[in-house]
């Protein structure tokens, strides 16, 4: 029986490999045209590919796990129009027209064929927390699979008693508050190792007191990344704290308002209100230093493409706001929420984490004071916000007790001086402080 052999496409800009995440089909199963195939993880997002052609399964080519080239082979599947010649006839000897149109091409990477009907069977889910009696969506259970929920443990919301996606990230959120509560036993492993890249002569571990992690997928990405930045844009930091309890009354108000009744609102809105003001009045900050083949030259973008780092089960992420700079407060309210569902579900898209232009780093939700981050590649600033706690605070002479937090940033010297880079932070500082000034 002839078959078809479907190989890794590029699924984004210049990839050039991606991991088997989960396999969707087995051998055997019947596909048509543009069923899923195989869960991918490229050094963006996962992504899911689904069939070129429509047949039987033939040979699974790559291992979960495994991490393939693109245009490798992957898949085999059986040509319908072949398996017609044997099985398709009539009981007078006529060959019958096949179901499903063979040799059909990748949905954008070809012409389509038609879509068929049936589905293939699905392969047995990973082993994951016991969930049996919760009513919860599909995509509500991956969501929990995903950030290591049992769905027992959440507590629903639903007008028909089934979880919710708030209930599930209201839940995580709970979690990673209190998750260094209790001390943790002593492991019996002394040393634990997570290397770069292990040398040819390297020995073997030995067997429960070292393990080895491959660099691979998102963290792969994000240590070339970060290395290239390190070593090619001077880092300058600054900070300063701040007195944000206008800001945290800004937004227990916000959080009353029915206009944002269906919308989360958090210190982050403000702080990513404050930086496009911000960046409006010290436009360097949110330039670009381009090497040409001409020579080194600034560019200034004159929008904002807002970027925020997400910590996610797949490593860290930097998906932007496309032209922040035209949202109002509740349209910015909404994006962000999206951009930090999308990232926690993995389904950050490529084209969604290209193309910022500065970046805010939240590190106050991992109880964080401040920090000296590292510029986003292609960027020259970023700015953290740490976490906002009561403490004292002279106020007209008195000492009081007030939400404080820092606000600090590293820029590319190369780009911006000294004053720069000082007026902006101010300026941020200025609107937790007084979030009035966006009325400006």
């Known amino acids: 029986m002839s078959t078809q052999t479907f190989v890794l496409p590029d699924v984004g800009e210049g990839l050039t490999e991606a991991e088997i995440v989960q396999w969707r089909v087995a051998p055997g ?10 869960e991918i993880e490229t050094a963006k997002s996962l992504v899911e590919l689904p069939s070129p052609f ?3 399964v033939g040979d699974l080519l790559a291992k979960e796990g495994e991490t393939v080239e693109v245009g490798a082979p992957i898949i085999t599947i059986a040509d319908p129009a072949a398996a017609a010649s044997v099985v398709g006839q009539s009981e007078h000897g006529e060959a019958k027209e096949p179901d499903d149109a063979g040799g059909a091409v990748l949905v954008g990477y070809g012409s389509v064929g038609e ?7 699905r392969p047995a889910e990973r082993p994951v927390a016991a969930s049996v009696g919760v009513v919860a969506k599909p995509p509500i259970r991956k969501l929990a699979r995903d950030l290591g929920i049992d769905l027992v443990e959440v507590t629903p919301s639903g007008p028909a008693g089934e979880v ?7 839940h995580a959120s709970q979690a990673s508050v209190f998750r260094n509560i209790e001390t943790p036993e002593w492991s019996e492993v002394r040393e634990e190792t997570i290397p770069v890249a292990a040398p040819a002569s390297a020995p073997e571990a030995v067997e429960g007191r070292e393990e080895t992690i491959p660099v691979k997928g998102v963290r792969k990405a994000t240590a070339s990344g970060m290395v290239r930045s390190a070593y090619t844009a001077p880092h300058v930091s600054v900070w300063t704290d701040v007195d944000a309890t206008r800001t945290m009354e800004l937004v227990k108000r916000l959080k009353a308002s029915p206009d944002f009744a269906d919308t989360k609102v958090s210190p982050l809105l403000i702080m990513a209100r404050a930086v496009i003001w911000a960046v409006r009045r010290t436009p360097m900050i949110n330039a670009a230093w381009i090497d040409t083949d001409e020579g080194a030259e600034i560019r200034v973008r004159h929008f904002v493409n807002l970027g925020i780092a ?13 032209d922040a700079q035209n949202l109002n407060t509740r349209e910015l309210a909404r994006a962000l929420e999206k ?4 990232a926690r579900e993995g389904k950050t898209s490529p084209a969604d984490q290209q193309h910022g232009t500065i970046t805010i780093t939240n590190i106050g939700v991992f109880g964080m004071d401040a920090g000296t ?3 986003n590649p292609g960027e020259s600033g970023i700015i953290a916000m740490g976490a906002i706690r009561q403490k004292p605070w002279v106020v007209d002479g008195e000492v009081r007790p007030r939400w ?12 911006i001086d000294g004053d720069g880079m000082s007026r902006f932070v101010a300026d941020v500082a200025s609107v937790l402080e007084e979030p009035a000034l966006l009325l400006d």
């Open 29 to 38: 199963d019947e596909v048509g045209v543009n069923d899923v195939l195989v």
């Open 54 to 56: 429509a047949g039987t």
């Open 164 to 170: 919710t996606r708030d209930d599930v990230m209201k």
């Open 404 to 415: 404080v937090t820092t606000v600090s940033g590293s820029f590319d010297h190369r780009v």
């Open 339 to 342: 951009l930090t569902l999308t």
């Open 115 to 121: 879509v068929a009907s049936r589905r293939p069977k």
């Open 310 to 322: 997400a910590a996610t089960p797949r490593g860290l992420l930097v998906p932007n706001i496309k």
């Open 373 to 375: 981050p590292i510029i």
